[in-house]
């Protein structure tokens, strides 16, 4: 069955009825998901890492704030991004699949937020430890913008209809 969304053209794949896209769509997103948290799970590893060697004792006091700051926000990401499994789990076979798709896509959006700053914040520790504090914030600042450039504005930019090239069914 073709679906014609309202108002519009037909979607990419015309021929998906609405819970199949939203399967589809689920199971997208659940795979980005297992690859992202495979990273914060690297890093939160680095983090618990990092409090038992020598050299953490003899971090100043910005520097062990950044490190307690960047462990909770890898802990933060963690679970924000985990969120669309429990809900998965939680609403399977509830007939909730396409609000499933729609929650879950904004916690993995806010989840991406807290790894970009867990990430940030790592960098700002170890620049800091490494080069000293003004170069560290300057190297964060710029990975701060390529973050922000690269998960956030350049998907929002290719949202615009002028940009969408037309996917023919296969």
Partial sequence: MAHISPGGPPSPLSWETPAERADRNLLELLQELRVVQTGVQIVFA???GVAFTDRFLRLDT???GTYVVTLLLTV????VLATPVALHRGLFHRGAKIRIVAVSARFAEVGLVFLALALNGVVLLLMDVVLGLTAAVAVTAVTLILFTGLWFVLPRALRRPALEAPVEPR
């Avoid at 933060?76 to 679970?79: F, G, I, K, L």
């Fill in 46 to 48: 680095f983090l618990l």
């Fill in 62 to 64: 910005f520097e062990r």
């Fill in 76 to 79: 933060v990401s963690s679970a």
